[in-house]
């Protein structure tokens, strides 16, 4: 399919919690790991998933 | 999306805001550059596991090109200088936003369904005062 689209329609699945983020880990600006967890151990986080950047 | 905008709104609310994209710090360090924000948190998860673990989906053609992102999504991009480049990453995978709290609960969730698909900052915002006045 052009851009990788899928063939069918897809659901979104907004998780219960956040089980399965927490133990991911992503990187910062500089390339050092980031565990999603630690993100929201001392108050509510905002996560946005941009679609791409540009 | 535009709740990047807000960050300090968001701060002021008792929550953080942090972004997740999937490409290289390199892009990332662009999409700050383009769109003016200093200082905002930025991740970068090129291999998307996390957008699976959040239940974000990949679009059909016409969930990204359709009439409804035409009518909604492009112009609006176009307006604010948000797709300025060419794309970087998987062109169908959508974004959305997640609201997580301490305990690991998820007060608030809004994934794009389209291209065009954002939560209003407003709606966001609420969500998260709430979040944090139950934390």
């Known amino acids: ?54 | 999306m535009q709740l990047h905008r807000d960050r300090d709104k968001f701060e002021a609310a008792g929550v953080s805001l942090a972004v997740i994209g999937q490409g290289t710090p390199a892009h990332a360090r662009d999409f700050i550059k383009a769109n003016k924000v200093d200082g905002l948190r930025i991740l970068v998860d090129p291999a998307r596991e996390s957008y699976e673990a959040a239940g974000a989906k990949i679009a059909t053609v016409n969930e990204l090109l359709g009439p409804r992102v035409v009518a909604r999504g492009t112009t609006s991009a176009l307006r604010t200088g948000l797709f300025q480049t060419r794309t970087r990453g998987h062109p169908a995978q959508l974004g959305g936003v997640l609201i997580v709290a301490p305990d690991g609960s998820v007060p608030y969730a809004h994934l794009a369904d389209d291209a065009s698909d954002n939560p209003p900052n407003d709606e966001v915002l609420r969500a998260a005062g709430r979040a944090a006045k139950s934390a």
Request: aromatic share 6%.
């Open chain 1, 1 to 54: 399919m052009p851009l990788g689209a899928s063939r069918r329609r897809q659901e979104t699945r907004a998780p219960d919690n956040a089980d399965a983020l927490a133990a991911l880990v992503v990187q910062d600006l500089d390339g050092n790991d980031v565990r999603l967890g630690d993100l929201w151990a001392d108050r509510p986080v905002v996560l946005v998933w941009l679609r791409h950047y540009g």
